[in-house]
């Protein structure tokens, strides 16, 4: 959808025009433009949440489509030199990996078959989960034995719906830090807004407003 779509634009901004993907359309004098904030709100929530994130370690993008491109683009802008992919589908990845590694230069790509990711060893220091475990119940298991991740290691789950976060449970568990999905949605929203509505402003006492409100 995303490349179909973006082959009637002349303009695109820039970090749409580098990954080919978008999450929304803007409204701008009269037409809609594709635009792509999730890269940002994604640095934004992990900046509240993790003080001494280490890039030395490798970062973990786990999915199934065009919508890890985000992740893997705000891994890279954080400061991660390795980024591995994870999927069930290897000529996916092989495909992935070939777009992506002409645009992220000086990024080392790997990629990992979902069934072997509790045999990677224990570098992770961040793990983005784009994959919807309602509907891939089989891959939770290893995913959340966790046994790839480091002490102190950052789980992201964008994509679990239902009243029991199962990977986010049991990420708590083994005591790694868990940024919930309400929370990149609001980082996501607080960056369309202050995108779309030019004269707002928003301080970082009112943004600490926001984010506790989370919680109450």
Request: net charge negative; proline share 4%; charged share 25%.
């Amino acid at each position: 959808f995303s490349e179909r779509l973006l082959v009637h634009y002349e303009s695109l901004p820039e970090k749409v025009k580098l990954i080919e993907t978008l999450d929304c359309l803007i409204e701008k004098q009269g037409r809609f433009w594709p635009d792509l904030f999730l890269v940002f709100a994604l640095k934004r929530a992990l900046r509240r949440r993790v003080r001494n994130l280490n890039l030395n370690m490798a970062a973990y993008v786990v999915g199934e489509g065009i919508e890890m491109r985000p992740l893997i683009a705000a891994a890279a802008e954080m400061g991660f030199s390795r980024i591995c992919l994870v999927s069930q589908d290897e000529d996916f990845l092989k495909r992935e990996k070939k777009f992506l590694i002409r645009r992220l230069v000086g990024v080392q790509l790997d990629t990992v078959l979902t069934p072997e990711l509790t045999l990677q060893p224990q570098d992770t220091a961040l793990l983005f989960n784009s994959f919807d475990l309602n509907k891939h119940k089989e891959y939770l298991q290893d995913l959340a034995y966790f046994n790839f991740m480091a002490s102190g290691g950052v789980v992201v789950d964008l994509h679990s719906g239902g009243p029991h976060q199962i990977l986010q449970e049991e990420a708590l568990k083994a005591q790694l830090i868990c940024v919930k999905p309400v929370e990149i949605l609001l980082a996501w929203w607080i960056e369309v807004a202050l995108k779309t509505l030019p004269k707002l402003a928003i301080s970082r006492e009112q943004e600490d407003e926001l984010f506790a409100s989370l919680n109450s």
